[in-house]
């Protein structure tokens, strides 16, 4: 007997077509992909507000995917997100919002790793823990540099709920590594995995500015700011001199948005690095947006699909 059950819905985010696409590619079956162009562009132009497939993934059950192209920056992030989630609740059609998963490109910075230069890469795949903003003062009226006047000092990118499944893709992913390491070693030529850095690794964390940092100088000065006693991050600081940095221009508004609707807890994020931040990252960004962007939708389907087998 068909079940009436309403699917569950799960949202992929990014904030470029660019980003999105890949998102497309990994997720929906291929006979959804055959306007898969016409979609992202009418999502690119705002002719639609999201675009949503209906069908089953893996399991018996029929869930809804539902993509939307966050556009650049801040205030874009969070109209368009704020939208697709009232919009789908206002609708009826699904039972709830399982998960949130924004992915795409990011800037990265290793805060304390000086010596180690490689420690993070071009085409790694970062999930950090918290986001702050990077450019907001109001430590005039007691609030921590790269906190907003009224908000948390910190919002959540990925809470206790989603460790478990985050888990078993690092896993997986680690094995692959280690695997390629040692063939490589064997005198192999193979290609060596990209790394999945953890909120737990590297004491991963995000800031958000509302401009692209291409200034070496001014994102130290900004990152000192946000790791002083006075600033954000100042606990990570103390307790952990070395700590990795995802810096983008939109996870602030996602989480700021979750937050008020109390969907934190649904809330997944993982963005591949396009490049290091300094004064090559408007070159670098461009020639490795199309792997950050791979990389990142690779984990994301694999978090989907452990999504779909510990649903209850």
Same mark, same amino acid.
């Given at each position: 007997?068909? /079940? ?9 985010? %990014? ?16 006979? =959804?992909?055959?306007?898969?162009? %016409? ?15 209906? &069908? ?15 556009? $650049? ?11 697709? $989630?009232?919009?789908?609740? %206002? ?15 990011? =800037?990265?910075?290793?805060? &304390? ?92 964390? /995000? ?6 940092? %291409? ?28 700590? /990795? ?41 461009? /020639? ?25």
């Amino acid at each position: 007997m068909a /079940s009436h059950k309403k699917p569950r819905a799960y949202i992929f985010a %990014a904030a470029m077509k660019e980003e999105l696409e890949p998102m497309l590619n990994k997720i929906l079956p291929d006979h =959804a992909k055959r306007d898969m162009f %016409a979609i992202l562009d009418s999502l690119e132009q705002r002719k639609l507000p999201f675009w949503e497939f209906t &069908g089953r993934f893996l399991t018996d059950e029929v869930v809804t995917v539902v993509f939307t192209l966050l556009g $650049i920056g801040r205030t874009s992030a969070a109209s368009r997100l704020s939208a697709t $989630i009232h919009r789908l609740k %206002a609708s009826l059609k699904v039972s709830e919002i399982a998960r949130i998963y924004v992915g795409g490109s990011c =800037a990265a910075y290793a805060k &304390g790793y000086d010596e180690y230069p490689e420690v993070l890469a071009i085409g790694d795949v970062l999930q950090p823990l918290f986001t702050a903003y990077g450019d907001v003062d109001v430590t005039a009226f007691n609030y921590k540099y790269g906190q907003m006047a009224q908000q948390p000092e910190k919002f959540p990118l990925c809470t206790q709920n989603t460790f478990k499944e985050i888990g078993y893709v690092f896993s997986e992913q680690e094995k692959m590594r280690q695997n390629a390491l040692k063939l490589e070693e064997e005198g192999q030529d193979v290609k060596i995995p990209f790394r999945l850095i953890r909120a737990c690794d590297h004491n991963c964390v /995000s800031i958000s500015f509302d401009s692209f940092i %291409a200034d070496t100088d001014k994102l130290k000065e900004s990152l000192d700011k946000i790791v002083s006693v006075e600033g954000i991050y100042g606990d990570i600081a103390i307790n952990h001199p070395v700590f /990795s940095v995802s810096i983008d221009m939109e996870l602030i508004a996602v989480g700021q948005v979750c937050h008020d609707n109390n969907m934190a807890d649904c809330l997944v994020v993982a963005k591949g690095i396009s490049d290091l931040a300094g004064v090559n990252a408007a070159t670098d960004f461009n /020639s490795n947006l199309k792997i950050a962007a791979e990389n990142s939708a690779n984990i994301l389907e694999r978090l989907f699909q452990n999504s779909l087998l510990l649903a209850d």
